[in-house]
């Protein structure tokens, strides 16, 4: 499951002010006087410049998957974001690391403690919650099965090899996002985290494992009591990349998973010891210099469409001829059916006539023969 340090934060309202002050996130609306606003306080969002790519898209249409999560779905900062499948298990595992991950990605803010609450990377993005414990490599599948565009993981737990799984989500489509540390897997898109100052996290795995790096400290996310609480561990710097390639997938739906992973690894500014870090706009470059060359439309099935449906002519003149045989048969049978009594009445009538002439017989009377001249007498 999910994992990392969580710890809830009280915020008092003019903290928020003073933050919405200084730091001001240009998508994110003022709060209410008085009423904490944790939006101005996500330096995350700010740090990969998430709020550039908001005028194009929040994520609208994508769909992110979390095979192996459990969410608190009436969360406020999430709730009509979240879907939860219960094919592999039931929602009642680490909410708290769950839903911390899924606001991440996808939190559209309005906390019941807060009226500004906290957003994610792809506010408008949906989230695919599967929760499930032994069966995690089934949920991978499935979540690319149902249509996700992105797949989360969670923390790989020791022994787990799921190298088959994330090759078949990336063969139907997923671009699948994981944090570093784990089992080594070409598939996944392994993610270590960085703090305000770009340095790695406490207890980062080794550099060479890792392919990109994000925030992952200090983050202000969902938490407990329908209120927020903030989070550090690579598994978050994992969730802010999953909600970077939801944004980039919604504006290029044209790109192959490996492009848009191509796009956040190169499109990344220079990061602890040589590692690129996530950074949306230089992401976006990319992927749209590559999109360019990829059409959302195949161009020659539709040149093909319009000269005739790519139907060759012989095709239409076998197919007219085999119309035709089919009716001039159907004619010979109805002709057969209408000049053969169909109804049995030539049958039943010579029937009839046959027992009325055996009728006619039995009634006669037989013919008497009588001798000519008869006997004569002697006289």
């Known amino acids: 499951m999910l994992g990392g340090i969580c710890r809830n934060e009280n915020h008092t309202g003019i903290a928020a002010i003073a933050a919405v002050t200084v730091l001001g996130l240009t998508a994110a609306p003022a709060a209410a006087d008085g009423v904490p606003d944790f939006r101005p306080e996500q330096w995350g969002l700010q740090s990969v410049n998430a709020q550039e790519l908001w005028s194009e898209t929040q994520g609208q249409g994508i769909t992110?998957?979390?095979p192996g999560a459990s969410v608190y779905d009436d969360h406020p900062d999430l709730v009509d974001n979240v879907t939860i499948d219960d094919e592999f298990g039931t929602n009642d595992g680490d909410a708290e690391t769950g839903s911390a991950a899924a606001a991440l990605v996808a939190g559209h803010g309005h906390g019941m403690d807060a009226d500004g609450g906290v957003l994610g990377v792809a506010p408008d993005a949906g989230l695919l919650i599967i929760p499930t414990e032994g069966r995690l490599a089934a949920a991978v599948r499935h979540a690319a099965e149902s249509g996700a565009q992105v797949v989360l993981l969670p923390e790989i737990p020791e022994g787990a090899d799921l190298t088959g799984a994330t090759r078949d989500a990336v063969a139907m489509g997923a671009l699948v996002v994981g944090p570093a540390g784990g089992a080594a897997d070409p598939n996944v898109l392994a993610v270590g985290g960085i703090d305000e100052n770009a340095a790695l996290i406490p207890d980062s795995p080794e550099p060479g494992v890792m392919e990109l790096v994000a925030p992952g400290a200090d983050l202000e996310t969902a938490g407990p009591d329908m209120g927020q609480a903030q989070v550090t561990g690579t598994e978050y710097a994992a969730a802010m990349t999953a909600g970077a390639a939801a944004l980039l997938r919604s504006a290029y739906p044209q790109l192959r998973p490996e492009?848009?992973?191509?796009?956040?690894?190169?499109?990344?500014?220079?990061?602890?010891?040589?590692?690129?870090?996530?950074?949306?706009?230089?992401?976006?470059?990319l992927a749209a210099g590559d999109a360019q060359d990829v059409p959302l439309v195949d161009q020659d099935l539709a040149d093909r469409a319009d000269e005739g449906g790519g139907v060759p002519l012989w095709a239409w003149f076998v197919t007219g001829g085999a119309v035709l045989l089919l009716g001039l048969a159907l004619v010979v049978v109805w002709v057969r059916r209408s000049s053969a009594d169909p109804y049995g009445v030539k049958a039943q009538r010579a029937l009839d006539d046959a027992e009325i002439a055996d009728e006619r017989a039995a009634e006669a009377r037989p013919a008497s023969r009588r001798k000519k001249g008869g006997r004569r007498r002697r006289g």
């Open 259 to 285: 492009q848009v992973r191509a796009a956040l690894v190169e499109g990344g500014q220079e990061g602890p010891d040589g590692l690129p870090s996530l950074h949306l706009p230089g992401a976006r470059a």
């Open 64 to 66: 992110v998957g979390l």
